[in-house]
C-alpha cells in the first residue's frame, strides 16, 4: 500500500456560489469548524469543498442551481492545496450559458474533472444520507461508487461509459430496432464496463471489510459487516472476469424482449446494492435505531478515510456536515479522537460551538453569517 501524506486546502475563494458573492478563506490542516444559524450558508462551503472531485458534489445539485442568484450565471471556485507534490492550485466553475464545469490546475486546463483526484480526495457524510440503509438501492449504489472514487480514480470513467453505452441500448429498445449488430456492440461495451464496474465494487468492500475488522470490539462506532447483492457480484466471487462478461452479454442478448416490454435494461450493476448489517447485534441496519444508523454510518465513513489513505496515498479530506448535534458526548469525543489520529483535514459544521467544545485549541473555528465568514470568537 502507498505511504500516507498529508493533504489540505489553505486556502479556499468562492465567488458568486450559493449565498457567497465573494468569500476567501485561509484555512489550516485539520479540524475546522462552520458554526452559524440554520441557512446561514455552513453547508454551502462544505458544498463547495466536494465540488473539487468529479461529479456534482454532496448536494448533487444541477450546476446552475449553485450560482448565486443576483449573479451573471456563472460561479467560481478555487482553492490552494498542499499534498504530496508540494502546492497546486485548483480552479472550477461554470460559464453563464455552458450546461458543464470547467477544471484548471496550475492555470491550465484539465483533460477532465478526473483530473483532480491525482492532488486530493474527498469524502463526505451529510444528513441527507441519515435514511442511506432505509432508502431506495440508488442511494446506496451512489454511496458505494462515490467510496470506490476515491480510492480508483478510473472508476468514475467506467460508470459514465456504461451509462452512455445502457442508455444507446435503451433508446434502440424504445424505438422498436431490431438492429442485431447495433445491439451486439452495445451489449459488448456494457459487459466489459459493468464487469468491471462490479470487479471494484467488490474489491472496495473486500478492502474496508478488513479496514473494519481492525475497529475495535467496543467501539461506539459498531463494526459493520457489508455485502453486495447482484448476480454480476456473485458471479465474480467464483469466475474469471472474462466468463463473467460473455455471460452478461449473453443475458442482455437473451433479454433484449423482455427489457423492450419493461422499457429500459433490466440487468446489470445499476441493479446492484450494498447490503449492511449491526455486526454487535446481528441485525440488518435498516431495522437499526436511528441513533444506531448514524453510528454504523460515521464508522463505515471512518474506515474508508483510512483505506483511502493507505490504498491512494492521499489522506482524503472529510466534510462531515451537522455531525456533532446527531451525535451524544462520548460519541462525539470518540469522533474527535479519531479524527485527530487520522490526522485528515475535516471540515464539520454545527448550530453551536459549545458543540465541538473538546476542539478548542485544536481545531480552527469559523462564524459563518450569511455570506461572511469570519474567526469565532471566544475559541
Not at 48 to 57: E, N, Q
Not at 252 to 278: I, K, M, N
Request: charged share 25%; glycine share 10%.
Amino acid at each position: 500500500m502507498a505511504e500516507k501524506s498529508g493533504t489540505h486546502i489553505t486556502r479556499l475563494t468562492l465567488t458568486n456560489f450559493r449565498n457567497y458573492a465573494s468569500v476567501s478563506l485561509d484555512l489550516r490542516p485539520g479540524a475546522v469548524v462552520f458554526t452559524g444559524d440554520n441557512g446561514a450558508g455552513k453547508t454551502n462551503l462544505l458544498e463547495a469543498v466536494s465540488l473539487f472531485t468529479p461529479g456534482r458534489g454532496l448536494r448533487r445539485a444541477p450546476y446552475g442551481e449553485v450560482a448565486r442568484e443576483g449573479g451573471d450565471g456563472g460561479f467560481a471556485l478555487h482553492a490552494m492545496i498542499d499534498g504530496p507534490e508540494g502546492e497546486v492550485e485548483i480552479g472550477t466553475g461554470m460559464v453563464a450559458g455552458e450546461a458543464s464545469r470547467r477544471v484548471r490546475i496550475n492555470g491550465a486546463p484539465a483533460r477532465s474533472a478526473d483530473a483532480m483526484l491525482e492532488w486530493l480526495r474527498v469524502v463526505w457524510l451529510t444528513p441527507a444520507m441519515d435514511a442511506l440503509f432505509t432508502g431506495p438501492a440508488g442511494d446506496r449504489r451512489r454511496f458505494l461508487d462515490r467510496l470506490v472514487l476515491a480510492i480508483d480514480a478510473s472508476h468514475g470513467q467506467r460508470a459514465l461509459d456504461y451509462e452512455k453505452a445502457m442508455r444507446g441500448r435503451n433508446r434502440l429498445l424504445s424505438e422498436g430496432s431490431r438492429d442485431g449488430a447495433w445491439f451486439e456492440a452495445i451489449e459488448t461495451q456494457m459487459a466489459e464496463t459493468g464487469v468491471a464496474i462490479a470487479a471494484a465494487r467488490a474489491e472496495l468492500v473486500r478492502l474496508l471489510v478488513a479496514m473494519i475488522e481492525k475497529l475495535p470490539a467496543d467501539s461506539p462506532f459498531p463494526q459493520a459487516e457489508l455485502a453486495l447483492s447482484g448476480d454480476l457480484e456473485t458471479q465474480i466471487a467464483a469466475l474469471p472476469a472474462v466468463e463473467v462478461e460473455e455471460n452478461f452479454r449473453r443475458a442482455l442478448a437473451g433479454g433484449r424482449e423482455r427489457d423492450r416490454a419493461a422499457g429500459r435494461t433490466l440487468d446489470g450493476p445499476h441493479r446492484s446494492d450494498l447490503q449492511v448489517r449491526h455486526r454487535p447485534k446481528a441485525m440488518p441496519a435498516e431495522l437499526c435505531s436511528t441513533g444506531e444508523q448514524k453510528a454504523l454510518l460515521v464508522g463505515i465513513v471512518l474506515s474508508h478515510a483510512r483505506l483511502t489513505g493507505e490504498m491512494s496515498g492521499i489522506r482524503p479530506i472529510l466534510l462531515l456536515d451537522e455531525i456533532a448535534a446527531h451525535l451524544d458526548t462520548g460519541r462525539r469525543a470518540a469522533l474527535f479522537s479519531i479524527l485527530e489520529e487520522l490526522d485528515c483535514q475535516t471540515f464539520m459544521t454545527g448550530t453551536e460551538p459549545a458543540l465541538f467544545s473538546a476542539l478548542a485549541g485544536r481545531a480552527q473555528f469559523l462564524t459563518v453569517d450569511h455570506g461572511t465568514v469570519g474567526p469565532t470568537q471566544g475559541t
